[in-house]
């Protein structure tokens, strides 16, 4: 190649061109493999350190031409350069795009509220039975069939105390009969006459109620009053007089289940517990 070609380009690195060698009419050409490692010099092309080798096609002067004794017999062949595009920059991601900032997060809130969401439903029948005071019924084999439901509550005041037991009996799951007795203790002996003429008063009309029978008694500074509920027999209808002289109405009923009494009575503040007879 002669130098005069080549003093035109210029580039800012070293490149290693391809060149090619065409002949035309058939000609036998020999295929040169030619390194170029110099600066060339051009101002119309630029190269960038990422930018790929150019192409270098030259194409010879035909052998068909005729050729004058002041010609050279070696042709000299054109050069054209072909500046080759970089392709663009691989995506990391294979071509997904890039996750926006806090997309792992609300995953994990909703993945949260999933979890929350099924023991919320999960446990709703025992949820409403808190807030209703009643107990779902349950399946259990190991509920106690036949027994006695106990619950007790105290009311304590600076010189007086007032005991409240409940005492339920049930068969095959369902309550029959129930025991209330009533302790009051004071030091004023006048209060402990007051409470005992009012249990007399209630048990008087007791006596006109089927399945109710209260009993009193007192000795020195305590009062009691036992009412005995026969929950199959009590009429409910002919209980206004007797709950409004302080009679203990029987809100539970015949065959109801001692679970869910139980947790009627514990959410009215009293303790309890099952026992099998």
């Known amino acids: 190649m002669n130098n005069n070609d080549t ?7 070293q490149v290693t061109p391809t060149i090619k060698i065409v002949e035309n009419n058939g000609a036998q050409t020999n295929s040169l493999n030619t390194q170029v490692n110099q600066n060339i010099n051009t101002p119309n092309v630029q190269t960038n350190v990422n930018t790929a080798p150019p192409v270098i096609n030259i194409t010879p002067v035909s052998n068909n031409e005729s050729v004058n004794s002041n010609t050279n017999p070696n042709p000299t062949p054109s050069v054209t350069i072909t500046p080759v595009t970089p392709e663009p920059p691989q995506n990391p991601n294979n ?15 909703i993945f949260v509220f999933m979890i929350f969401a099924i023991i919320f439903v999960f446990f709703l029948p025992q949820i409403s039975a808190y807030f209703n005071g009643t107990r779902p019924v349950s399946t259990s084999n190991n509920e106690v069939q036949n027994g006695t439901l106990l619950c007790s509550r105290e009311y304590k005041a600076d010189t007086s105390n007032k005991e409240y037991e409940y005492r339920i009996s049930f068969r095959n799951k369902g309550i029959t009969t129930g025991i209330y007795t009533t302790t009051y203790e004071d030091e004023d002996e006048n209060n402990i006459d007051k409470e005992n003429g009012k249990c007399k008063e209630i048990s008087a009309i007791a006596e006109t109620i089927n399945g109710i029978d209260v009993n009193c008694s007192s000795s020195d500074n305590v009062a009691t009053t036992i009412q005995n509920n026969t929950y199959k027999d009590i009429d409910l209808g002919k209980l206004t007089a007797f709950t409004e ?33």
């Open 245 to 277: 002289a302080g009679g203990i109405y029987p809100e539970y009923k015949y065959k109801d289940n001692p679970y869910d009494v139980q947790a009627r009575l514990i959410k009215d503040g009293f303790d309890c517990d099952i026992s099998a007879d």
């Open 95 to 109: 071509g997904d795009e890039e996750e926006p900032k806090g997309a792992k997060g609300r995953r994990i809130l």
């Open 7 to 13: 003093n035109n380009v210029n580039t800012n690195e």
